[in-house]
């Protein structure tokens, strides 16, 4: 089965260009760090940024912004089609997003091109300006009077939300309010959620604003637009296609969009074509899903065979194996109600399913400590969340990533239980959620006990975290260069005579081992009897490494042996790290062999 993927779009094709020779030399260095990027030349500078303009996908200028404005004015066209512009000074101190912030990437290409030339990204667009999402980058289509509705979320003026379902849209501020909900909407739909963004309020063509107001909406049907209304088009629909072999794109995207156009629903919200896995190499399947800019999705037929369908027919099953092609390639996958039964041509099938929204889980790691140790796209994922959980002294260290509205449910230790619970309730519920917690989340952390409870209903993201081991690794010099095992010390969850058995294996294998959860006020001996069988098994002047907060501002780095280390020093925010037999101390740091043989 083919699966669609999801990347984070970036430019192909990025032209530099460049007037003196300071600016080549930047150019230079960003051209060495991204294959796709390269310099543009040309008779004079004009020429070149018109031919950067013309070939690729994101220019960057090194350029005064006001040459670059006036080359580029009489080019402008229409901000989703135009390239994004970024305007780097002659010293690399400032990378400008002049043109296509959002919809071209500008601002981001800003920010990775300073990160490359340690330049400040400079971004005017007024929603990045206020930590608030912009209406055109949440990653869907969004229609209608987007800039008015947009301004009109900035300046903190009402805004209706009507949603048909609970999608899990970011967080929006508290001047964006779900509509009161009118009677359920004929068509089927899912089931309500508690109110939140993206809450679903009934039709989307209800809940107009007192006095005119402005309105959000998020639905898959077409709907009268007026100039304060937008509209976001979430991927709710499945086209599914059956076809003979041989069928023209024309004839496919003709009969789709006329059953679309028939049923009120807009193509914006196709998630993707969906067929039979006999059909994945049709042209005209494939021809139609690549002009639509979706995926094409294709199934065996034993699992199409397994979709109650209400149209099946014995005709296509001696054909391809299945009763339904079109209707269950378009069923399959979620909670699914079919829109469109069947509709054929003479070569084509079209039939059309709504599938319910679900709700998104990012169990995210926020690494040691530092804020420089923490991703990007930990970052990303806390700015999209409009529901963060997590341990009390973990989401402080990032309310200042949150965006205005989101909803915090913070709770102190020994609360892991219902934090994880929390998370995944609020994601069934239809909310985009957070579940933060300290180095990598899946590494004695959160990520274990959410998964627990989560079911195929909602969605996981998992972001990876710089885990206190490898903070602590970095600091103590080069300890895991050969194999290492993690052990966690702490009796509240396993039986000590278990974790015993585990140091005692690790012992005899000679890992490098990592003790989490090492000393507690409660648990004062647990540290000494895990080091006498270590003491066991390697000489006792084994280098032992105690690393406290890593990466903080009371971080301390202790370094000792196997025969003088005080347990006193160890405490709870402690990592320690005790050597193998071949591990040793260089110059002050503690560095394990891999036994490359250039060094012998």
């Given at each position: 089965m083919n699966h669609p993927t999801t990347t984070t779009d970036q430019p192909t094709r990025i032209g530099l260009v460049a007037a003196t020779a300071a600016g080549r030399r930047h150019a230079r260095t960003l051209a060495d760090a991204w294959p796709q990027a390269r310099l543009v030349t040309a008779d004079t500078v004009a020429d070149a940024l018109r031919a950067a303009w013309a070939e690729c996908d994101a220019v960057v200028a090194f350029l005064a912004t006001g040459a670059v404005v006036r080359i580029l004015a009489p080019l402008l066209g229409d901000k989703h089609t135009d390239p994004a512009v970024v305007v780097v000074d002659e010293a690399a101190r400032h990378a400008v997003a002049l043109l296509g912030g959002h919809a071209g990437g500008a601002n981001d290409l800003a920010g990775r091109v300073g990160a490359v030339l340690d330049a400040r990204p400079v971004v005017t667009t007024a929603s990045d300006a206020v930590g608030l999402p912009g209406l055109d980058t949440l990653g869907w289509p969004v229609e209608g009077a987007v800039a008015a509705v947009g301004r009109a979320i900035l300046d903190g003026e009402p805004v209706t939300l009507v949603a048909d379902a609970a999608w899990p849209l970011p967080a929006l501020p508290d001047n964006v309010r779900p509509a009161p909900a009118p009677v359920a909407p004929a068509d089927p739909a899912p089931p309500a959620a508690p109110p939140g963004p993206g809450a679903p309020v009934g039709p989307a063509g209800s809940g107009e604003a007192a006095g005119g107001g402005y309105r959000l909406l998020v639905t898959d049907r077409v709907v009268p637009l007026d100039d304060r209304t937008a509209v976001l088009r979430p991927p709710s629909l499945v086209a599914g296609v059956g076809a003979s072999r041989g069928v023209p794109a024309a004839e496919v995207?003709?009969?789709?969009?006329?059953?679309?156009?028939?049923?009120?629903?807009?193509?914006?919200?196709?998630?993707?074509?969906?067929?039979?896995?006999?059909?994945a190499d049709e042209a005209g399947i494939r021809a139609t899903a690549d002009a639509l800019g979706v995926p094409l999705v294709t199934h065996p037929a034993a699992e199409l065979a397994a979709v109650d369908v209400p149209h099946p027919s014995e005709v296509v099953r001696a054909a391809v194996g299945t009763p339904s092609v079109a209707e269950a390639a378009a069923l399959l996958g979620g909670d699914a109600a079919l829109l469109v039964p069947k509709t054929a041509t003479a070569m084509a099938t079209v039939a059309v399913a709504r599938h319910a929204p679900r709700g998104r889980l990012a169990i995210v790691g926020l690494g040691p400590g530092a804020p420089d140790l923490r991703t990007a796209r930990a970052v990303a994922e806390?700015?999209?969340?409009?529901?963060?959980?997590?341990?009390?002294?973990?989401?402080?260290q990032v309310r200042d990533?949150?965006?205005?509205?989101?909803?915090?449910?913070?709770?102190?230790?020994g609360a892991e239980e219902e934090r994880a619970r929390a998370a995944v309730a609020e994601a069934v519920a239809g909310h985009a959620v957070a579940l933060v917690g300290s180095g990598d989340a899946g590494v004695y952390a959160m990520a274990s006990p959410a998964l627990e409870y989560a079911d195929e209903r909602i969605d996981v993201v998992g972001v990876p975290g710089v885990t206190a081991a490898l903070a602590a690794g970095a600091l103590l010099g080069a300890p895991l260069g050969h194999d290492h095992a993690y052990l966690s010390l702490s009796d509240?969850?396993?039986?000590?005579?278990?974790?015993?058995?585990?140091?005692?294996?690790?012992a005899e294998g000679d890992f490098v081992a990592l003790l989490y959860n090492p000393r507690s006020r409660a648990r004062d001996?647990?540290?000494?009897?895990?080091?006498?069988?270590?003491?066991?098994?390697?000489?006792?002047?084994?280098?032992?490494?105690?690393v406290r907060n890593a990466s903080r501002p009371d971080e301390r780095v202790h370094l000792a042996t196997l025969a003088d280390l005080d347990p006193a020093l160890v405490d709870m925010y402690s990592v320690v790290v005790v050597g193998s037999s071949q591990t040793r101390v260089?110059?002050?740091?503690?560095?394990?062999?891999?036994?490359?043989?250039?060094?012998?």
């Amino acid at each position: 089965m083919n699966h669609p993927t999801t990347t984070t779009d970036q430019p192909t094709r990025i032209g530099l260009v460049a007037a003196t020779a300071a600016g080549r030399r930047h150019a230079r260095t960003l051209a060495d760090a991204w294959p796709q990027a390269r310099l543009v030349t040309a008779d004079t500078v004009a020429d070149a940024l018109r031919a950067a303009w013309a070939e690729c996908d994101a220019v960057v200028a090194f350029l005064a912004t006001g040459a670059v404005v006036r080359i580029l004015a009489p080019l402008l066209g229409d901000k989703h089609t135009d390239p994004a512009v970024v305007v780097v000074d002659e010293a690399a101190r400032h990378a400008v997003a002049l043109l296509g912030g959002h919809a071209g990437g500008a601002n981001d290409l800003a920010g990775r091109v300073g990160a490359v030339l340690d330049a400040r990204p400079v971004v005017t667009t007024a929603s990045d300006a206020v930590g608030l999402p912009g209406l055109d980058t949440l990653g869907w289509p969004v229609e209608g009077a987007v800039a008015a509705v947009g301004r009109a979320i900035l300046d903190g003026e009402p805004v209706t939300l009507v949603a048909d379902a609970a999608w899990p849209l970011p967080a929006l501020p508290d001047n964006v309010r779900p509509a009161p909900a009118p009677v359920a909407p004929a068509d089927p739909a899912p089931p309500a959620a508690p109110p939140g963004p993206g809450a679903p309020v009934g039709p989307a063509g209800s809940g107009e604003a007192a006095g005119g107001g402005y309105r959000l909406l998020v639905t898959d049907r077409v709907v009268p637009l007026d100039d304060r209304t937008a509209v976001l088009r979430p991927p709710s629909l499945v086209a599914g296609v059956g076809a003979s072999r041989g069928v023209p794109a024309a004839e496919v995207r003709g009969l789709l969009d006329r059953v679309l156009a028939e049923a009120g629903l807009s193509p914006a919200s196709l998630r993707h074509l969906a067929s039979a896995d006999i059909k994945a190499d049709e042209a005209g399947i494939r021809a139609t899903a690549d002009a639509l800019g979706v995926p094409l999705v294709t199934h065996p037929a034993a699992e199409l065979a397994a979709v109650d369908v209400p149209h099946p027919s014995e005709v296509v099953r001696a054909a391809v194996g299945t009763p339904s092609v079109a209707e269950a390639a378009a069923l399959l996958g979620g909670d699914a109600a079919l829109l469109v039964p069947k509709t054929a041509t003479a070569m084509a099938t079209v039939a059309v399913a709504r599938h319910a929204p679900r709700g998104r889980l990012a169990i995210v790691g926020l690494g040691p400590g530092a804020p420089d140790l923490r991703t990007a796209r930990a970052v990303a994922e806390l700015r999209r969340a409009a529901v963060v959980v997590g341990l009390d002294q973990y989401v402080d260290q990032v309310r200042d990533l949150l965006r205005p509205g989101t909803r915090v449910l913070a709770s102190g230790l020994g609360a892991e239980e219902e934090r994880a619970r929390a998370a995944v309730a609020e994601a069934v519920a239809g909310h985009a959620v957070a579940l933060v917690g300290s180095g990598d989340a899946g590494v004695y952390a959160m990520a274990s006990p959410a998964l627990e409870y989560a079911d195929e209903r909602i969605d996981v993201v998992g972001v990876p975290g710089v885990t206190a081991a490898l903070a602590a690794g970095a600091l103590l010099g080069a300890p895991l260069g050969h194999d290492h095992a993690y052990l966690s010390l702490s009796d509240l969850h396993t039986p000590w005579e278990v974790i015993a058995r585990r140091v005692a294996a690790a012992a005899e294998g000679d890992f490098v081992a990592l003790l989490y959860n090492p000393r507690s006020r409660a648990r004062d001996w647990q540290l000494g009897a895990a080091l006498e069988v270590f003491a066991a098994h390697r000489p006792p002047d084994t280098p032992v490494g105690v690393v406290r907060n890593a990466s903080r501002p009371d971080e301390r780095v202790h370094l000792a042996t196997l025969a003088d280390l005080d347990p006193a020093l160890v405490d709870m925010y402690s990592v320690v790290v005790v050597g193998s037999s071949q591990t040793r101390v260089v110059a002050g740091r503690m560095v394990t062999p891999r036994g490359y043989r250039w060094r012998r």
